[in-house]
């Protein structure tokens, strides 16, 4: 699969041929149209469009700082579906800068094309200042009316969105894809769904409560492409641009499971070999950001080119960029990562 060595997926790539199959004509289209994060009907929206169906509109007034969100990694682990057999369900999300005087709200699920499937309620579980976890409660059949308290829902193969409101204002979209894959292999597990999408292509550097002494981390979600559980081992380096020097790597010989489920994995960066501490020590953000300029994150698979990621340290802080730059980026798009996640796009 083109620069990939190995038979999981984290990078954006074109949808294999036994995928394919189950996503025809204008569904295929418009899964495509969801991957490339195309605003329009078919993948996400922006600001400038109205509420449908008589939903609440985006907000469209000026700038703003801190506006209602959603914490970027937990809508990553908590928009799931099961490999065996399709199942959805919303889990554990948590939002951000929701008005106090908030009491409820719903989620919409809808394909690339705009028929809306099911709402969810939630209400709001506030936990420290600004995060609110969304409570689930009430699941609504759109094309049906059943109402339900919940569970887990079949979606087939195709282009979906998930759109968040308030009762007065629409606040955040996230668009993914949902494969059957594995079919081909007699020797396999029959066939599984997966899910594509920003699970991919994002990462982000850690270092908990923004403290520099603390260790720093690379975060980043990993899954198969074939419906069973694969060991890998993964390298992640990072390269200061202006010398090509090695500043710190992920520890060797460290292996993970991945599943046909994204899986958040976490790894620890450690100082390389010849630097002055022994090798393997931890590497502390404050080791990265003592010097201003570009960098960048590679990673391999079992020692094959995986995936790049590019970034810069600014006044000795990570620097956000496109869709991390608060009170600039689309609000509907925008990823949070509080005050010690900053997130970074594949190349």
Known sequence: MNKLLSVFVLTAFLIPAAA????????????????????????????????????PPAYAGENREYAPGLSFSTVLNGVVVLAKDGKFQLNQIQ????????????????????????????????????YTLLNFHNTTDLQTGEKS?????????GAYVLDFYLPTEHFYTFPFVVEKTGGNDPFGDGQCYVMKGMWERWGYLYYSDANPDRNLEWKVWLRNDACNEKDVNIQVEIVRDSDGELVCTSREHTTNSVQPQWTRLAFDMVFPKGKDVPHGTYFKAKDLLATDGAYTLTMKS?????????????????????????????PLTFIEGGRDAFWYERQ
């Open 20 to 55: 394919e199959a189950q996503l025809p004509g204008k569904l295929k289209r418009a899964a495509e149209k969801v991957l490339e994060g195309v605003d329009d009907k078919g993948g996400e929206a922006t600001t400038a469009q109205a509420g449908t169906n008589q939903r």
């Open 149 to 157: 308290g919940g569970g887990w829902k079949v979606l087939e193969p």
């Open 95 to 130: 939002a951000t800068f929701i008005p106090d005087d908030c009491t409820e709200g719903f989620v919409v699920l809808r394909t690339a094309e705009g028929k809306e499937l099911f709402q969810y309620d939630w209400r709001p579980d506030r936990l420290k200042k600004p």
């Open 302 to 330: 079992n020692g094959g080119p995986y995936g790049t990621w590019k970034f810069e340290i600014e006044n000795g802080t990570p620097k956000s960029i496109g869709r991390t730059v608060r009170g600039v980026a689309d």
